[in-house]
């Protein structure tokens, strides 16, 4: 089955305890994106990457690091978490030819 | 640069009822691609339907449609015979094509809050 998966799916950390939360797809797909999801401001990318060793900054990069050291996956690596970086985050990932974007289920993180 | 607007927070349709949800884009490339997705309360992104800038025809997938309406920048999703799990909120979001990079980044709305009732 084609998918994209997130781990965790729901973490409660504190303030500057560094995390990581990992995007796997089975689907081959050059494309992957991550994206936060706040009320009131719907969703906006924070990094995307366009095949392995390839990434860069979307529109809210601060605070985030991501990699691609292979094709099926991208973490989302916070170094220092703060409260801000509350939200629900979103992995998706596509190929250049297709309108069709997969979505993980999202990652619920609360940062006390 | 490009934007959604979704300017109706939130809906209320009874059962049985059509709804249409308001969204309106701007962008200055002539290629690009319009998308509405659906959240329940469960949080999971549901692709509901696709439409094309050069798309002659109005997208239609089961009781959901798409009204383009190229000149306004308008593409409303309209929902047939609402049923109560419908109730979700709804993103519209829209892919330029002529962007480089970007990874085919997604510019989302702020979304609609709907809630069928009976």
């Known amino acids: 089955e084609a998918q994209v998966t997130q781990n965790p799916r729901y973490l409660i950390t504190v303030t500057g305890k560094k995390l990581t939360v990992t995007c796997s797809q089975n689907m081959n797909h050059e494309y992957m994106s991550w994206y936060r999801q706040d009320p009131g401001l719907g969703l906006r990318q924070i990094y995307y990457?366009?095949?392995?060793?390839?990434?860069d900054k979307g529109d809210v990069p601060e605070g985030y690091k991501v990699s691609r050291k292979e094709k099926r996956n991208f973490p989302l690596i916070l170094e220092s978490p703060s409260p801000n970086q509350t939200s629900l985050y979103f992995c998706a990932s596509a190929v250049e030819s297709s309108y069709e974007q997969y979505f993980g289920p999202g990652t619920r993180l609360t940062v006390t | 640069a490009q934007k959604i607007t979704q300017t109706q927070p939130g809906m209320f349709v009874q059962e049985k009822e059509a709804v249409t949800l308001d969204c309106t884009y701007d962008?200055?490339?002539?290629?690009?691609?319009l998308f509405w997705y659906k959240q329940p309360s469960s949080g999971e992104m549901i692709f509901l339907i696709y439409?094309?800038?050069?798309?002659?025809q109005n997208a239609t997938e089961g009781r959901y449609s798409l009204n383009f309406q190229k000149a306004r920048k308008s593409a409303n999703l309209v929902i047939s015979a609402s049923q109560l799990g419908d109730s979700a909120m709804y993103f519209c979001?829209?892919?330029?094509?002529?962007?480089?990079?970007?990874?085919?980044?997604?510019?989302f709305g702020t979304g609609t809050q709907l809630k069928v009732e009976l």
């Open positions: 439409q094309g800038s050069y798309d002659q």
């Open positions: 979001a829209m892919r330029d094509w002529e962007l480089t990079g970007g990874g085919n980044k997604l510019t």
């Open positions: 990457s366009m095949n392995v060793e390839v990434t």
């Open positions: 962008t200055s490339d002539p290629s690009y691609g």
